[in-house]
């Protein structure tokens, strides 16, 4: 099946600091990727979708100068989150899509600001 | 306005106690429903996709079935490994590839 994988897996920086967040496709060609945010006991909230070589295509109220996005190859997405706050903690999951519609969802990764 | 409803929010089932999890949808253009399966603290995993109303899908104790309105997932026979929230998504004909998620259904499974 489809493996997509996260890095790190949990990650506690301090405020005002930046974080990046690796998202890659292992088994597959990964034309679209997707972050997303969860909230404890919510569903997965959509940030961006990006293409791999273009911008990322962010969702009404995501700050892309917080969230920065980078899709430079078929296999690797990193989403960086700048100048964090601790409402900014959350789980950031990416997922990754091929030619077909199906999306494969990464571990996911656990930010806490502090 | 598309939406994806999922019913009930919570499930509490005893092990071997079957039944259906609902997923309605008022979206236009679907192009296709996927159900996943997602574990505290874990990433959701693929379970199925579902592309015309009458299609069904089977994988060990899980059956999906699709019509114009709704969706549902059949677990037959639960274990207590079956516990996890069960997420639906529908994709639509916008020429976005986003998918549009469902708030999860909390299944829990007991022995």
């Known amino acids: 099946g489809a493996v997509v994988s996260q890095h790190p897996s949990r990650v506690i920086c301090k405020s005002g600091t930046s974080v990046k967040i690796e998202c890659r496709s292992l088994?597959?060609?990964?034309?679209?990727m997707f972050w997303y945010r969860q909230f404890p006991k919510k569903s997965l909230m959509l940030m961006a979708t990006?293409?791999?070589?273009?911008?990322?295509?962010?969702e009404q109220g995501v700050e892309k100068d917080k969230f920065l996005i980078n899709h430079a190859s078929l296999t690797l997405s990193t989403l960086t989150v700048t100048s964090a706050h601790p409402e900014d903690s959350s789980f950031y999951i990416c997922?990754?899509?091929?030619?077909?519609?199906?999306?494969?969802f990464g571990p996911g990764t656990r930010l806490t600001v502090t | 306005e598309d939406q994806v409803t999922q019913s009930p929010e919570a499930l509490r089932l005893q092990e071997g106690e079957s039944s259906s999890l609902n997923c309605s949808y008022t979206?236009?253009?679907?192009?296709?429903l996927f159900w996943y399966r997602q574990d505290p603290g874990k990433g959701p995993e693929f379970l199925f996709t579902l592309y015309s109303a009458g299609e069904e899908k089977e994988k060990e104790r899980l059956k999906a079935t699709l019509t114009k309105k709704e969706s549902f997932l059949h677990i037959t026979a639960p274990k207590p490994e079956d516990s996890a929230t069960y997420l639906c998504?529908?994709?639509?004909?916008?020429?976005?590839?986003?998918?549009?998620f469902g708030s999860g259904t909390r299944l829990q499974v007991q022995p």
């Open positions: 990006s293409n791999e070589g273009s911008k990322a295509t962010y």
């Open positions: 979206v236009s253009g679907l192009r296709g």
């Open positions: 088994d597959f060609q990964a034309t679209t």
């Open positions: 997922s990754a899509s091929g030619e077909a519609y199906e999306q494969y």
């Open positions: 998504a529908v994709f639509m004909d916008t020429g976005r590839r986003a998918l549009t």
